[in-house]
């Protein structure tokens, strides 16, 4: 009897060590990511593809919640002067993933290294409504110019150079991000190896091999790490959005981050319970070298522009609720009214596209002399499909289009490096305002401004812009910005952006939202 029950009581141990160790069994959330991460430096990360993992793992002074809206991150609260202009943080109490105080200094010499003109960050001009970061970042004038001072450990005041109403969203945002002094001074560009990586935000990068995955893992310095479900993370680099569907069908990513939308009808059919199509806060555009010919003529860009019907691709070739683009500017962008549309726009296409004929004409380009130019864009059905599109709405004019693709990577290397005549290009906002999108088309915004355009008056008016603190005086002078943007056409619109992805049902926590920002640490598994 006793042997009996000493067996009985072995097995109720043995049930519930192993119930134990279900109930705690690791939590692997795997994502296919459409594109390869840039770098794991903020300072060098311009994709929205790498900034889902530089959100999981470096935190600012606000951060994305669950919803997308910015929320408090490394400050647990600020106070802001009656000018406007002046902002003093609260740095919260919280570690570096090795143990290390984080500091409102380590703001500081993170904002002046990102602007040093050394470091060649093409985004540090994010940071130019902070008063002197671009005297400091255009190198005529030394740091201190900076106004970013650390009163103490945990204080932090910023002046800007205007009221700026988007200045605490831009917070969220990887330019604004910390960085751990004492890991980037010691290992140089060598600090976001994984066996070197500090972050302060809830994962931490264990692995990466380039154009495969990258794995992250649960910082348990993370000051939240009691309400972070997720133990590991993967993001895979899958550029090819049928190979996304193959392994989610298959139950090997948890998270399709896009889909290729010729596919978009069995989708809809076989996979409703999965596919999640949202209003996104971002524009699709074709780009031309403003400074190079033929494009230094305006009427060329125009041209070309103009006869991109913007419907077909919407309609025909897409399918999946994008909205046409008459605007650089998105409808409904926040402080802001409507946007200064192409005046093209409504227009019947045919009628377009003798307009478009007649400006090449004037431009010199005809049967006699025909416009032969190379499009190239980025690896994706999806792109390809635009792109073979483009292609023959141009030889109506007579235009020969030799299409060129590489991997995102390269892309967009190429794009501000300017090795290009038309490319692709796509922005989301980082924050929700006009002026994040107008402000890529500014001569002071280098390697972003791809462009390359140069024009005084649109220039004039965005600093006119910067400097106005009535939200709808500044609302107009973005608009007259807008307006002639749209007139120089060194951008193309062609559509706004709809987020378009696969998310398994397993999955909870999942929000929608327009800025498409879904960060890990609020999500979690069913099991």
Known sequence: MLLKTLKHAALGVGLAVAMSGAAQAEKVLRIGNDGEPQSMDPHYISTVQTSRLSDDMIMGLLTYGQNGEPIAGAAESWTISDDGKTYTFKIRDHLWSDGTPVTAEDFVYAWRRILAPETGAEYAS????????????????????????????????????????????QLTHQTAFPLPRHVVEKFDRDWTKPENIVVNGPYKLVSWTPKVEATLVKNDKFYDADNVAIDKVIYYSMEDRTAIQKRFRAGEID???????????????????????????????????????????????????????????????????????????????????????????????????????????????????????????????????????????????????????????????????????????????????????????????????YSKFNNEKFDGLMAEAEAVADLGQRAKILAEAEEVAMDGQPVAPIYYYVSKQLISPQVVGWVDNAPDRHPTRFLDLKQ
């Open 255 to 449: 998270v399709g981050r896009d889909i290729a939308s010729e596919q978009i009808d069995w989708l809809r059919a076989n996979m409703a319970d999965s596919l999640r199509i949202v209003p996104y806060a971002g524009i699709y555009y074709y780009v031309f070298r403003s400074d190079k010919e033929p494009f230094t003529d305006a009427r060329v860009r125009k041209a070309l522009s103009m006869a991109i019907n913007r419907e077909v691709i919407a309609d025909k070739v897409l399918r999946t609720g994008e909205l046409p683009a008459y605007s650089f500017v998105p409808p409904g962008t926040g402080n802001y009214g409507e946007p200064a549309y192409a005046d093209w726009k409504g227009a019947p296409y045919d009628q377009v596209v003798e307009e478009a004929k007649a400006l090449l004409a004037e431009a010199g380009y005809g049967p006699d002399k025909p416009l032969s130019i190379t499009l190239r864009y980025n690896d994706s059905e999806n792109h390809k499909r635009i792109a073979v599109a483009v292609q023959s709405m141009w030889k109506q004019l007579g235009v020969n289009t030799e299409l060129f693709n590489t991997d995102g990577k390269i892309h967009y290397a190429d794009l501000k490096q300017g090795n290009f005549e038309v490319a692709r290009a796509g922005w989301i906002a980082d924050y929700n305002d006009a002026q994040n999108y107008l402000f890529l088309m500014e001569s002071k915004s280098g390697p972003i401004n």
């Open 126 to 169: 994010l940071l130019y409504i902070i008063k002197g970061a671009e005297e400091f970042n255009t190198g005529k004038a030394d740091p201190d110019a900076l106004a970013a001072e650390a009163i103490d450990d945990k204080t932090l005041r910023v002046e800007l150079t205007a009221p700026a109403p988007y200045f605490l969203a």
